[in-house]
């Protein structure tokens, strides 16, 4: 079992930046993807940004790349979603998970997550 909580939401102008972080509590983080999802109201979860389990590696979402940076800290059981040149449409509630399956390369979609946490607001106004 892996808990996880998140925090560092808030709301930001648009343009500003924000640094979401994500503490890990359980099994051993450094065996599971991990990603951040995001959903806005009336809309599906969507898939944000991933990195895998081992290494550095990561993929994100089109609409995020160059403005959005996922990063971990195996040592301190965390992993980072630093925002910047945020946009109205960014607003969402983000949320952390972990993939136990990491014979993928990337984890990409909510059903290939097996932990989650309960999600923190993001509101970019315009």
């Known amino acids: 079992q892996v808990q996880l909580v998140e925090s560092g939401g808030g709301l930001v102008q648009a343009g500003g930046s924000l640094r979401l972080s994500c503490a890990a509590s359980?099994?051993?983080?450094?065996?599971?993807?991990m990603g951040w999802f995001r959903q806005a109201p009336g809309k599906e979860r969507e898939f944000v940004a991933t990195?895998?389990?081992?290494?550095?590696?990561?993929y994100y979402q089109d609409s995020v790349k160059g403005r959005f940076t996922i990063s971990r800290d195996n040592a301190k059981n965390m992993v980072y979603l630093q925002m910047n040149s945020l946009k109205p449409e960014d607003t969402a509630v983000y949320y952390c998970?972990?993939?136990?399956?990491?014979?993928?390369?990337?984890?990409?979609?909510?059903?290939?997550?097996?932990?989650w946490g309960q999600g923190t607001q993001v509101t970019v106004s315009s």
């Open positions: 359980g099994r051993t983080f450094s065996n599971y993807h």
């Open positions: 998970a972990a993939s136990r399956d990491s014979s993928r390369t990337y984890c990409v979609v909510p059903s290939e997550y097996d932990y």
């Open positions: 990195i895998r389990w081992i290494g550095t590696r990561t």
